[in-house]
């Protein structure tokens, strides 16, 4: 059972972290996509949403080589003393951040361009500053799509399992998390234990999913959908 | 620098190319008039910085654009209503109306809150949200939202084009005010003559991205070579000084540089209070002799100043000068025709309809 905490915990921890950094990633991002008419604007939205679309393996894959020993990033990493990232924590807070930033771009991104053009430029003429205006007025404006951002890259940290197997391994503590937790009960035939995990996500993915909606549906009738 | 707002812009729009030179008083409500699409709006725009602009642009002795600097919107000292309120939906009307003004140095702020408030009596609703109000509170706010950045310039573009009836008779009083009370410059954008005739001091036509014209009200709106005069609601406006009630028709004399008019008493305004008269071209007739005996009151001399005839209408415009003020009667060719009207002949004016419009 203390496997299971320690699952449960790490797969909490991670998300967490995951879902703090996404925000502080995202929301410049997003606010450069939905306002920008740059012509990097659309590939820069393209790239965003290919984790959309690629299997977490293919993600996995180019992010092992990468992060890897031989791999730049992994020759940077090395070469400040960090070591590599690969089978470590750390290594996995990149990979899903990687993996849900389109969960939290997105959300933002709709959020920030349902903000009317007139509210920034009412605000222009009271005298707010490009920064004021960002922060007095797109980002309140913008909260019901924090909500959802927050909400889905966390459940969707959650629900990871192939780019955490290829990232992370399976060592107890350090990368074992939920999914990849459930996969070696069926593997090893613990059903019993499958169950108790996976019905708790189960109930878990729904009351958030839930609670989102109501939130959601509450804050504003036309609020963005997740 | 004398005081005076130079404003000398193009832009280059899909529709249209914008050209403006203009020199607009220091005070006192410049309206800009004209159609759809005529390039006022951005006009108004440009003059924000809302809109990028080649040229000058100078407000009394500041210069906010040159070849050599360009200062943003958040750094000109102006003030912006727009067409629709744009109040901020998650902000209380107090706090909507303290935006603008906390962000300005305490010692730039010459209207307070306070003030504001009582001048377009929001006293009952600071604590609600802007879409609990109906649209002419929710454009009243706006106005005292702009008026408490103390701004150098106010700008209003068609403030009340959005709202019913009602709530334009409901804010108007309340603009009127503000031109009487407030050394503020406006510059106004509209394309209601009822609008003009009862704010513009100063008035600049334009169409197609270009200006037609501009001078005091008093002076372009009885050019008979502008498409001001064309319209069917074609007038002038006079200023007038009351000088006596007549209790017992309900009815006043009003002075002004030419001789006196009878006006149906308006409330509130003791003898010696000065008020707006309009004169609509349609509600002037010509008559070559005086004629007391009929219903129209008001019968002046005057001298015919200008004619122009319109084949097409059937209609003709005939400017008549008394003494100082110009007068525009509308009647038809025939009549014309009929009456041999031609230009320096004397004649008398009825005039059926005056309206007090302030």
């Known amino acids: 059972m203390n496997e299971h905490w320690q699952a449960i915990w790490l797969t909490l921890k991670l998300a967490g972290t995951t879902t703090a950094l996404l925000l502080l990633l995202a929301t410049p991002l997003a606010w450069w996509l939905a306002r920008s008419r740059h012509w990097l604007s659309q590939p820069v939205a393209a790239i965003v949403s290919m984790p959309l679309v690629l299997p ?39 990979a899903s951040v990687i993996y849900s930033l389109p969960f939290a771009v997105q959300p933002l991104q709709n959020a920030f361009a349902a903000v009317p053009s007139r509210m920034l430029e009412v605000a222009a003429t009271l005298r707010a500053s490009p920064r004021d205006r960002f922060l007095s007025i797109a980002l309140p404006l913008a ?26 391994g399976n060592i107890p503590g350090e990368t074992k998390v939920l999914s990849v937790a459930i996969y070696d009960h069926v593997e090893t035939l613990e059903y019993a234990n499958a169950h108790w995990l996976s019905a708790g996500l189960v109930g878990f993915s729904f009351a958030v999913l839930l609670s989102l909606y109501l939130i959601n549906g509450r804050v504003n009738g036309s609020a963005v959908r997740p | 620098m004398t005081q005076a707002i130079r404003i000398s812009l193009n832009a280059q729009r899909d529709q249209f190319t914008l050209e ?91 209207i307070q809150p306070d003030q504001a408030i009582q001048w377009l009596g929001l006293e009952h609703l600071l604590n609600r949200k802007p879409d609990q109000l109906s649209g002419g509170e929710r454009q009243r706010v706006a106005i005292a939202r702009a008026l408490l950045t103390s701004p150098r310039l106010l700008l209003m573009d068609e403030p009340l084009s959005a709202l019913d009836q009602a709530s334009k008779r409901d804010i108007l009083p309340y603009l009127q005010r503000l031109h009487d009370e407030l050394a503020i410059p406006v510059i106004y954008v509209t394309h209601s003559l009822d609008e003009l005739a009862r704010l513009a001091d100063y008035l600049v036509l ?104 319109n084949d097409h209408s059937g209609m003709a415009m005939v400017r008549l000068q008394l003494n100082e003020t110009p007068l525009l009667a509308r009647l038809t060719n025939r009549a014309v025709d009929l009456l041999g009207l031609e230009v320096g002949q004397s004649v008398w004016v009825q005039i059926k309809a005056v309206a007090i419009v302030e």
């Open chain 2, 20 to 110: 403006a030179d203009l020199t607009l008083p220091a005070r006192g409500i410049t309206v800009i008039f004209g159609p759809s699409g005529c390039g006022k709006t951005t006009l108004l725009r440009c003059v924000a910085g809302l809109q990028p602009a080649t040229g000058e642009l100078d407000v009394n002795g500041d210069c906010w654009q040159s070849d050599h600097q360009v200062l943003a919107v958040h750094e000109r000292p102006l003030a912006y209503v727009f067409q629709e309120a744009s109040l901020f939906p998650h902000l209380s009307v107090q706090k909507n109306l303290l935006y603008g003004f906390v962000r300005i140095a305490p010692e730039h702020r010459q």
């Open chain 1, 143 to 168: 909260r019901p799509g924090f909500l959802t951002a927050a909400v889905l890259s966390f459940a969707h940290t959650v629900g990871e399992f192939g780019v955490v197997l290829m990232i992370g």
């Open chain 1, 56 to 94: 977490p393996t293919v993600l996995g894959f180019y992010l092992l080589l990468l992060l890897g020993p031989d791999g730049p990033v992994g020759a940077l990493t090395q070469t400040l003393g960090l070591g590599t990232l690969p089978f470590t924590f750390g290594g996995l807070v990149v």
């Open chain 2, 206 to 309: 334009m169409d197609a991205g270009r200006v037609l014209a501009q001078g005091p009200l008093q002076e372009v709106m009885p050019r008979l070579d502008l498409p001001l005069s064309r319209d069917e609601d074609a007038s002038v406006i006079v200023t007038a000084v009351i000088r006596e009630h007549d209790t017992r028709w309900h009815l006043s004399r009003s002075e002004f540089d030419s001789g006196s008019l009878w006006v149906r008493t308006p409330p509130a305004t003791p003898p010696g209070s000065t008020i707006r008269l309009r004169i609509l071209a349609r509600d002037v007739s010509i008559a070559l002799a005086h004629h007391p005996d009929q219903s129209i009151q008001n019968l002046l001399p005057a001298t015919i100043s200008e004619l122009s005839g």
